[in-house]
C-alpha cells in the first residue's frame, strides 16, 4: 500500500494511501457532499483546477460506466475519498474507478478523515493544497504555496472545445441555439436535445458575433470553472447577445458572466457549494427546489428589489435558502435569465429540469413576437456588439 | 405558508400495544408530534392504550387517554374533548385505519372534526394495491404484474397467468401480516385463504415475484406547496423475498449510480404528488432487477412508518416532527432544521457515515415456529449502528443485537463446507452474514457467496474484507499498531481481536495493549449535511479516524445506558424508565448522557438527552464512551439499573474498571441473581421462598424435585423474561429439560423450584434509599402463579387483596430492599397461598411495570429512582414534589380507580414449517411482546377496557366454547353459570358439559378436533362462537388432550376471537362482560385521574360513567 501526502496551504497535513494515478499535484481544496454522481463529478469541467474531497465515504462502489460521463475526460486536479470500493457492484460497470483515476493520471489520496478535512475547510475556506505520493510534506507544501490561486483564475479556454460541433435535435427541430462552452456537461445539450432543440457548442472565446452568427433562438451559456472576474471575453460576448435581444439562459458559471454583463459583481464564497441536495427557492413560483451545485464564486445583488442595469431591472429569481446566496437572476426587460445551480444535474436531483423548458418558451415567445412584428426582426444588424 | 390559524385542538392516535411490525417507534413519532403541536401553542390530546410510552405520559399531552384503540373509544374521546383536528399518521397502521374508520362512519364529520396531514382518497389509493398500481403506471413507472382477487379460486387463476412463485400481499394489513411466496397451488391455496381473512376487507394481491432483486426505501416528506424532499435512502441486504422489517438494511444507498438513483427518486416524487399524499412522510419500497437494473415500485405507506423512524435516526432529521408541523400547515422551508439551526428543513440530508440496521428475533420463544423469513414481518426489535464505513457500522450492529455471538469468530465455528454453507445461505434465515463469512472462510468465492444469498457482491466483499482484516490479525507475528488500527477501522471488537489472538489474554488484554499503542475511537456527529455546516446537537457515534467532535462540558455528567434492542422480556418498558431518568437528572442539574443503539425508541430521538451516543451496549463501547465523556468534563458515574438485563451485566465490570457506577452496587445486584446469594438473603430477612434447589445435572435435578414434590419450576439462572422456563410435573420430562439445556455448567447451574400451584401471584415495585421505602405500586396477577408476570394481566390496587396483606408485603420488600441495599428501583415477585407470602424472586432494578405503576398511581418511579441514585433521599424527594408528601402505593385511596394491565401476544405472526399457527398457550416463558392498560373506576370496566384494547371488545352476548381441564372444572362452573344467565349459548366438549349439566347449566356437546367432522375447530373457523374458554392439560406433545386444546386455541387466534386459557381469566372476563352490558364505559384523562387522586377530591366511580358518548 503506497502512502500519499495531503497538505493545506495551512500546513494542515493528513497522511493517507494513494488511490488512481500516483505523483504530485496541486489545486484548490474543496468538498462535495453528493452521495452519488462521483463519475459525472470527475468529469464536470467545472471542477477544473480543484481537489475534491468526496464526503460520502465510499467511492467508487459502482465502478465506472461508458455513459455517464460528463465530459471526455476527467478534470479534478486531485481526488480525496475515504473508503475506496475494491470492487465495482453495477450491470454497467465496464471497470473499476482506482484503474480509470490512475489511466487518466488522476492523482488521488484515501483513507484520510475526510470529515475532518471537511470542518477544516468550511471552517476556514477553501483553499490551495496539494497531494503527493512522492514529496515530503514540506516539499509538498511549498509547491502549494507556490501555485495560483483560484480568484483570479481564467480556466473556461482551457476545458473547453476548441472547435465548434453540433448536437441535433432529438425528434423534430425547433429550435437552434448557440451554447458557449465554458465548461459544458454532456447533460445539457442531451436536455436541450430532448425538447427539439439543436445545439451548435462553440468554444468559450466565442465573440457576440460568432454566437449569433448563424442566427440561433437563443444563446445559452454553460458551466464552467474559474473566476468569473478573469473572463471578461465571456462577458463581453454576454452584452453583444443582450444587445441583440436574443434569448438567453445561463446556468452556473454562466449565471457569473450574466451577472458581470449586467454589471453585477461577483465574490467568492468562503467554501463554495458543492452538493446535490440545495434548498433553491424559485422566488416567482415560491417553491422550493433541490438543486444539483457546484460554485465557489457567487454573484452579488440586492434579494429585497430589482436592480437597474444597461440592460434594465434585473431581479434575483432564486435564491439559496441554507446561506441567501444569489442562485438565479431574472432580465425584466430583456430575454434573459440565468441560475447558479445545475438543471441538467448529473450528478443531482432532476428538480430543476423545467428550467430549460422555461428556456424553450422564451425561444418561442421572441419567435411568436417576430411572426407578429412581420418577420425576423433584424436585430443583429442593429446592435453595436461593442460593449467593452 | 404559515401555520394555520383555524386549528386551536388537535386529538392524536397513537399505536397502542407493541406488536411485531409496530413497535416503539411510534411511541418516539407520537411524543415528537405531541410536543410540537404544544409548543405550537395547540391543545393536544392524545388516546393510546399503551401505558409504556413515554407519549402517554400526563406531561406529554393536554389531555391524555389510556383508553382502547378502537373506533367506539375513540368516538368517546372526541365527543368529550371536542378537537378541531385529527392526527393519524404518526400512529401507525393501527392509527391510520381508526381515523379512515370514523370517516367513514360519520363521526368526523358528525363532531366538526377535521383529519389533517392525511386525505382518506389519498390512503386508500396507496393502500389499494390495485389503484396503487395504476397509479405507478399512469406516471410511465413500472410496477409488477398482478391482480387483486377476493377469492381463493382467482387467486389460483391470476397465479396461472404471472406464474410462479407469486407474492401473496393481504389488502390494508400492517408490517406484512399474511404476506408470503407460493410455489404451487397447494401453497398458494393455503396462503391466500389465511391471508383473506387477515386482511379487513377480504382483498389479497397475488403479484409476479420479483424474489432475488434488489430492495431499496425511499423516505420521502411532502408539504401542502407541493415540496418534496427525499429524507433518505435505505438498501436492504437482504434482497427481495424477505420482510424490509427482518432485513438487515443500510443507509443511504450503496450501489446504484445517480443516474439510477435520480430515477428511483424521480419515480418517488411522481408517485408521492399522483397519490396525493397530503402533507407528511411517506415511505415507498422499490425493487431492481441486478441484471438489468429493471426498476419497479412496490408499495408505499403513506404515514409515517418503522423506516421513517430509522430513517430519522439514521439522518437526523426528525421525521414525525417536521410532519406533525407540515399537519398545521407549515411549509418546509419555514421549518429551521434543529441541528443547524440556521438552514431549512427544505433539503435532503447528506451523510458521511454508514448506518446499518440489523433485527432481532425471538423464535426461540416459539418452538416450532418456521424460522424461515418471509415478507410476514417477525423480528421483535432491532439495532442501528452508525461507522465511518460500513465495516465499521457492520461491526457496530453485529454488536448489538445482544446475540450468543457478537460479530464474526466470536460464537462457536461453522465447520460445514462451502458446498453445504452455500446451500444454507439460499434460504433467508436470522444470521446468514455468519453464515456468508463462514462460506467466505471455506473456500467460497465472493460470487458464489452473492448468488446464493442474494447479497449483493459489493456487501458480500466487504465481509470478505473483514475477513482478510480478521485473517491478517491471526497470521501477524505481533499485532502492530497499524494492523490494530486497520481492524478497528473495519468494525473488530475488542473481543472478536482476542478471539484471534488468545495470547492477548482476552478482551482486557486487547484494551491494554490497544491504549498502549493509543488506538481509540474518536466521536463524529451526525449533522445531516455532511459536515457542511456547524451542527448545535450533540449526537455522537464513534469511528476509528482522526478527529474527535466532543465538545467540553462544565455541567457533571451522568450516563444512562439504555436496553439495546426491543425483545420479548426486555422492551419499551425499560426505555421508558432511561427517558425519565434523563428528564429527572436535568432537573437535578447533571446533563444526560444517553447511551442506545436501538432506533426505535425516544431515549435515542437527538431532543431527548442532552447528549446521545447512538453505541452498541458492549463494555468496550460504553467504556470508550465514558472516557471521551471523562475528557470533555466531570462525570458522576453511569446508571445501569433503568435499561434491563443488558446495563446491568455491564455493571460490575465497569466498576472495577474505575467507573463510578450510581445507585444500587454491582455486588447488590449479583446478591439478587445469584440464587445463593438471595437465598441467604431470604435467611437473613426470616422470608420464605418456594422449596429449592439448583442443579447442574439431572441427578441433582431430580434429588431436588423428589425432596420437594411435582410440579416444579425448572429455569436457567440469569434470565429475564423467563428464558427457558418451564414447568415441569414428571421426571420424563424433567430430564428432557436438562437435556435440552445445553449451556448448564456450574456458572450456570438450572434452578428447580416447587411450583405453588393456584397461589395468587404479585408483582411490587418499590423505591429504597438506605432509610426508607416507598412503596410504588402493589399489582395482583389475574391468572395464577406459573405464566409468566410479562405475560399476566395484573390489576392495581390489588383486587383481592386485604390491607393487612399489604402491610405483610411492605415489611416484607423493606426487609428485601436494605438487606440487598437497593438505592433506587427493586422489583419483587412474590406469591401467596394459604395466608403464607413467599418470595419468588427480587430484581434490584427498573422492572417492566414501572410505568404501568407510575401512570396508575400519577407517581413518577424512575425520575425518583434517578434521584436516588445520585444521592438524594426520599425524604428529600417527598418534600421537592418528586415523591408524593406522605403515602405510598399501599394507602391508595379507597375509590382510586382500577388500573388493569393485560399483555399482548404475538402468535398470530408465526407458523410452523408446515403452516399451521403455533401454540397459544401461556407458560412461565415470556412471550408477549407487548401490553395495554384498562383503567376505569371498577375492575369488571377496566378489565373489559384491557381486552378491547388488546385483542378488540369481549362478547357481550353469542356462544362460548367451553372446554375444561379437571382440575379446573370446579372452579369454573360458576362464572360459565354466569355467562349462560346472561344468555349466552354455552358449547362443550363432553367432559366439561357433563360437569355443567350438573350445575344446572344447559349446554350444548360439540366434538374435540380429534373426533373428526363437525368438531369445535371447524365451529370456531366458521364463525359460530365468539369466545373461547380452553384451559389446557396433559403434558407438551403431539397427540390427545393437549393437541385438541391446541387446535382450538390456535383456531380463536386465527378467528380473531377472545381466548381465555385460565379459570381466572375467566372470571375477569365475565365481570368485563356484566360491565359492557350495563353500558356506561366511559373516558376520563389521565390527568383527570392524577389530579384526582392528588387532590383527594376523588373522582369516584361516577367520574368515568359521566363521559359516555
Redesign the interface.
Known amino acids: 500500500m503506497r502512502e500519499a501526502l495531503l497538505v493545506l496551504e495551512d500546513g494542515r497535513t493528513f497522511r493517507g494511501e494513494a488511490y488512481g494515478a500516483t505523483g504530485t499535484t496541486v489545486g484548490e481544496a474543496v468538498f462535495a457532499t453528493g452521495m452519488t454522481g462521483y463519475q459525472e463529478t470527475l468529469t464536470d469541467p467545472s471542477y477544473a483546477g480543484q481537489i475534491v474531497a468526496m464526503t460520502a465515504p465510499h467511492i467508487g462502489n459502482t465502478g465506472v460506466n461508458d455513459e455517464d460521463d460528463e465530459s471526455s475526460r476527467m478534470w479534478v486536479a486531485g481526488f480525496v475519498v475515504r473508503d475506496p470500493a475494491r470492487r465495482p457492484a453495477n450491470w454497467r460497470a465496464t471497470g473499476t474507478l482506482d484503474d480509470e483515476l490512475a489511466a487518466q493520471g488522476v492523482v488521488g489520496i484515501s483513507g484520510i478523515d475526510t470529515r475532518a478535512l471537511t470542518r477544516h475547510l468550511r471552517d476556514r475556506g477553501a483553499m490551495r493544497a496539494g497531494i503527493s505520493t512522492e514529496l515530503s510534506a514540506d516539499e509538498l507544501l511549498a509547491r502549494v504555496t507556490a501555485a495560483e490561486s483560484m480568484t483570479g483564475a481564467d480556466l473556461a479556454p482551457t476545458v473547453s472545445t476548441q472547435e465548434a460541433y453540433v448536437v441535433p435535435a432529438v425528434g423534430e427541430k425547433r429550435f437552434t441555439i448557440a451554447a458557449l462552452d465554458l465548461g459544458i456537461k454532456t447533460a445539457t445539450p442531451r436536455h436541450l436535445a430532448a425538447l427539439g432543440v439543436e445545439t451548435h457548442v462553440l468554444p468559450s472565446t466565442a465573440t457576440a458575433e460568432e454566437l449569433l452568427a448563424a442566427g440561433p433562438d437563443g444563446v445559452f451559456l454553460s458551466n464552467g470553472p474559474g473566476d468569473p472576474a478573469a473572463a471578461d471575453y465571456a462577458v463581453a460576448a454576454v452584452r453583444g447577445v443582450l444587445d441583440a435581444r436574443r434569448p438567453l439562459f445561463g446556468i452556473c458559471f454562466g449565471n457569473q458572466i450574466l451577472g458581470r454583463a449586467l454589471g453585477l459583481g461577483t465574490y467568492k464564497l468562503r467554501f463554495g457549494h458543492r452538493g446535490l441536495n440545495q434548498p433553491v427557492l424559485d422566488r416567482v413560483s415560491g417553491t422550493v427546489r433541490v438543486t444539483s451545485h457546484n460554485h465557489g464564486f457567487a454573484v452579488d445583488a440586492p434579494l429585497d428589489r430589482p436592480t437597474d442595469t444597461p440592460y434594465g431591472q434585473v431581479e434575483v429569481s432564486h435564491v439559496g435558502l441554507n446561506d441567501d446566496v444569489v442562485e438565479g437572476l431574472r432580465c425584466l426587460e430583456v430575454p434573459a435569465f440565468s441560475v447558479q445551480f445545475h438543471p441538467e444535474s448529473a450528478a443531482g436531483p432532476h428538480d430543476a429540469a423545467p428550467l430549460f423548458q422555461r428556456f424553450v418558451d422564451l425561444m418561442e415567445e421572441a419567435r411568436s413576437h417576430q411572426v407578429h412584428a412581420g418577420g425576423p426582426a433584424p436585430v443583429v444588424e442593429h446592435t453595436t456588439g461593442e460593449n467593452t | 405558508m404559515p401555520k394555520r390559524t383555524d386549528l386551536k385542538h388537535v386529538l392524536v392516535i397513537g399505536s397502542g400495544p407493541i406488536l411485531i411490525g409496530q413497535a416503539a417507534e411510534f411511541d418516539y413519532s407520537g411524543t415528537q408530534a405531541c410536543r410540537v403541536l404544544r409548543a405550537e401553542g395547540l391543545r393536544v390530546s392524545l388516546v393510546n392504550s399503551n401505558p409504556a410510552t413515554i407519549m402517554t405520559d400526563p406531561e406529554i399531552a393536554d389531555a391524555t387517554y389510556i383508553e382502547p384503540l378502537t373506533p367506539e373509544f375513540v368516538e368517546k374521546v372526541i365527543a368529550k374533548e371536542r378537537p378541531d383536528a385529527l392526527l393519524a399518521t404518526l400512529g401507525g397502521q393501527t392509527a391510520l385505519n381508526i381515523a379512515i374508520g370514523l370517516y367513514e362512519n360519520g363521526v368526523l364529520e358528525k363532531y366538526g372534526v377535521q383529519l389533517i396531514g392525511a386525505d382518506v382518497d389519498a390512503i386508500n389509493r396507496g393502500e389499494d394495491r390495485q389503484k396503487f398500481k395504476d397509479i405507478v403506471r399512469s406516471i410511465g413507472a413500472d410496477a409488477p404484474r398482478s391482480r387483486v382477487c377476493g377469492t381463493v379460486e382467482e387467486a389460483i387463476e391470476t397465479a396461472g397467468e404471472v406464474g410462479y412463485p407469486v407474492v401473496i400481499r393481504p389488502s390494508f394489513t400492517m408490517g406484512g401480516l399474511g404476506s408470503g411466496f407460493a410455489t404451487d397451488e397447494a401453497m398458494l391455496r393455503r396462503m391466500a385463504s389465511h391471508g383473506l381473512a387477515d386482511s379487513p376487507v377480504h382483498t389479497v394481491l397475488i403479484e409476479e415475484s420479483v424474489l432475488g432483486w434488489k430492495e431499496y426505501e425511499l423516505e420521502l416528506m411532502r408539504d401542502r406547496?407541493?415540496?418534496v424532499?427525499?429524507i433518505c435512502s435505505i438498501e436492504n441486504i437482504d434482497a427481495m423475498g424477505v420482510h424490509t422489517g427482518d432485513s438487515v438494511t443500510v443507509a443511504?444507498?450503496?450501489?446504484?449510480?445517480?443516474?439510477?438513483?435520480?430515477r428511483m427518486?424521480?419515480v418517488g416524487i411522481a408517485v408521492l404528488r399522483e397519490v396525493g399524499v397530503d402533507t407528511g412522510g411517506c415511505n415507498i419500497q422499490f425493487a431492481v432487477n441486478?441484471?438489468?437494473?429493471r426498476l419497479v415500485v412496490i408499495e408505499m405507506n403513506p404515514r409515517v412508518s418503522r423506516s421513517s423512524a430509522l430513517a430519522s435516526k439514521a439522518t437526523g432529521f426528525p421525521i414525525a416532527k417536521i410532519a406533525a408541523k407540515l399537519a398545521i400547515g407549515y411549509?418546509?422551508?419555514e421549518i429551521t432544521n434543529d441541528i443547524t439551526g440556521?438552514?431549512?428543513a427544505?433539503?435532503?440530508?447528506?451523510?458521511?457515515?454508514?448506518v446499518v440496521k440489523i433485527p432481532r428475533f425471538a423464535f426461540e420463544k416459539f418452538p416450532g415456529a418456521d424460522p424461515r423469513l418471509t415478507t410476514t414481518m417477525k423480528s421483535v426489535g432491532e439495532v442501528m449502528s452508525m461507522g465511518?464505513?460500513?465495516t465499521e457500522a457492520l461491526g457496530k450492529a453485529m454488536r448489538s443485537t445482544e446475540t450468543k455471538a457478537a460479530g464474526f469468530w466470536t460464537g462457536a465455528p461453522d465447520n460445514r463446507s462451502a458446498e453445504e454453507l452455500l446451500e444454507a445461505l439460499r434460504t433467508p434465515v436470522d444470521g446468514r452474514l455468519y453464515t456468508a463469512e463462514a462460506a467466505l472462510a471455506a473456500g467460497a468465492t465472493?460470487e458464489e457467496v452473492a448468488a446464493a444469498s442474494g447479497f449483493?457482491?459489493?456487501f458480500v466483499?466487504q465481509i470478505a474484507?473483514v475477513r482478510e482484516v480478521g485473517e491478517a490479525v491471526r497470521e501477524a507475528p505481533s499485532l502492530t499498531e497499524p494492523l490494530l488500527r486497520r481492524a478497528k477501522r473495519h468494525g473488530l471488537s475488542d473481543r472478536q481481536i482476542a478471539a484471534l489472538r488468545p495470547e492477548l489474554a482476552g478482551e482486557d488484554g486487547v484494551r491494554a495493549l490497544r491504549r498502549r499503542m493509543g488506538v481509540r475511537p474518536v466521536y463524529?456527529t451526525v449533522d445531516t449535511?455532511?459536515?457542511?455546516?456547524?451542527a448545535r446537537t450533540p449526537y455522537h457515534y464513534s469511528s476509528y479516524?482522526?478527529?474527535t467532535e466532543v465538545r467540553p462540558r462544565e455541567k457533571p455528567a451522568v450516563l444512562i445506558l439504555g436496553s439495546g434492542p426491543n425483545r420479548i422480556g426486555q422492551g419499551i418498558e425499560f426505555d421508558y424508565s432511561c427517558v425519565h431518568a434523563v428528564m429527572a437528572l436535568q432537573d437535578a442539574g447533571y446533563e444526560a448522557v444517553m447511551v442506545n443503539c436501538n432506533p426505535e425508541t425516544v431515549s435515542t430521538d437527538y431532543d431527548t438527552a442532552d447528549r446521545l451516543y447512538f453505541e452498541p451496549l458492549t463494555f468496550e463501547d460504553v467504556l470508550e464512551v465514558v472516557e471521551a465523556e471523562r475528557a470533555a468534563g466531570p462525570v458522576a458515574g453511569v446508571i445501569c439499573t433503568l435499561g434491563g438485563q443488558t446495563p446491568l451485566g455491564l455493571a460490575q465490570r465497569l466498576k472495577d474498571a474505575g467507573v463510578p457506577v450510581l445507585g444500587t452496587s454491582p455486588e447488590a445486584i449479583d446478591d439478587a441473581e445469584h440464587r445463593g446469594a438471595f437465598s441467604r438473603v431470604l435467611a437473613d430477612t426470616g422470608l420464605l421462598a418456594p422449596k429449592h434447589g439448583t442443579a447442574t445435572t439431572y441427578a441433582e435435578a431430580h434429588e431436588i424435585a423428589s425432596g420437594i414434590g411435582y410440579p416444579v419450576l425448572v429455569r436457567p439462572s440469569y434470565v429475564l423474561g423467563g428464558r427457558g422456563m418451564e414447568i415441569v410435573y414428571d421426571d420424563a420430562t424433567l430430564e428432557a429439560y436438562i437435556a435440552k439445556a445445553t449451556d448448564v455448567s456450574t456458572a450456570h447451574p438450572v434452578l428447580v423450584d416447587r411450583f405453588l400451584e393456584d397461589a395468587v401471584e404479585i408483582d411490587v415495585d418499590a423505591l429504597y434509599d438506605g432509610t426508607d421505602l416507598y412503596l410504588g405500586g402493589v399489582m395482583e396477577h389475574i391468572e395464577e402463579a406459573g405464566i409468566h408476570s410479562g405475560d399476566s394481566a395484573c390489576a392495581l390496587p390489588p383486587i383481592t387483596l386485604g390491607s393487612a396483606d399489604l402491610l405483610k408485603i411492605r415489611a416484607a420488600t423493606e426487609k428485601l430492599a436494605a438487606r440487598i441495599g437497593v438505592r433506587g428501583l427493586i422489583n419483587v415477585q412474590y406469591a401467596i397461598k394459604d395466608d403464607i407470602l413467599y418470595v419468588i424472586e427480587a430484581n434490584p432494578r427498573a422492572s417492566r411495570t414501572v410505568p404501568f405503576v407510575s401512570k396508575a398511581t400519577a407517581v413518577q418511579l424512575a425520575k425518583a429512582a434517578a434521584r436516588i441514585a445520585v444521592g438524594e433521599t426520599i425524604a428529600q424527594l417527598r418534600i421537592l414534589g418528586v415523591l408524593p408528601a406522605s403515602g405510598d402505593g399501599t394507602d391508595l385511596p379507597e375509590d382510586a380507580p382500577i388500573a388493569v394491565k393485560e399483555a399482548v401476544l404475538p402468535f398470530h405472526r408465526f407458523r410452523t414449517v408446515e403452516g399451521h399457527g403455533v401454540d397459544t398457550v401461556l407458560s412461565p416463558e415470556m412471550k408477549s411482546t407487548g401490553e395495554v392498560m384498562g383503567l376505569d373506576a371498577e375492575f369488571g370496566t377496566a378489565f373489559a377496557k384491557s381486552q378491547a384494547a388488546a385483542y378488540g371488545a369481549l362478547p357481550t352476548e353469542g356462544t362460548v366454547f367451553v372446554s375444561l381441564a379437571n382440575r379446573d372444572k370446579r372452579s369454573a362452573v360458576f362464572p360459565v353459570k354466569r355467562l349462560a344467565d346472561l344468555g349466552f349459548r354455552v358449547l362443550a366438549t363432553a367432559g366439561t358439559a357433563q360437569v355443567l349439566r350438573r350445575h344446572g347449566v344447559t349446554c350444548e356437546v360439540v366434538g374435540k378436533f380429534s373426533e373428526g367432522p363437525g368438531n369445535v375447530v371447524e365451529a370456531i373457523l366458521a364463525g359460530d362462537v365468539d369466545i373461547v374458554v380452553n384451559t389446557p392439560f396433559g403434558s407438551p406433545g403431539n397427540s390427545g388432550p393437549r393437541l385438541d386444546g391446541y387446535e382450538i386455541r390456535t383456531a380463536a387466534v386465527s378467528s380473531g376471537i377472545p381466548c381465555i386459557t385460565t379459570v381466572q381469566g375467566l372470571s375477569a372476563a365475565v365481570q368485563g362482560i356484566e360491565a359492557l352490558r350495563r353500558g356506561d364505559v366511559g373516558v376520563r384523562s389521565l390527568q383527570e385521574v392524577h389530579a384526582a387522586l392528588a387532590g383527594g377530591t376523588r373522582g369516584g366511580p361516577s367520574a368515568f360513567a359521566g363521559t359516555q358518548a
Open positions: 406547496s407541493d415540496n424532499v427525499v443511504p444507498a450503496m450501489t446504484l449510480t445517480d443516474v439510477e438513483y435520480q427518486r424521480d441486478p441484471a438489468d437494473g411549509t418546509l422551508d440556521v438552514t431549512p427544505s433539503f435532503e440530508p447528506s451523510l458521511d457515515y454508514v465511518r464505513n460500513f465472493v449483493d457482491p459489493w466483499d474484507l463524529k449535511c455532511a459536515a457542511e455546516f456547524a479516524d482522526e478527529e
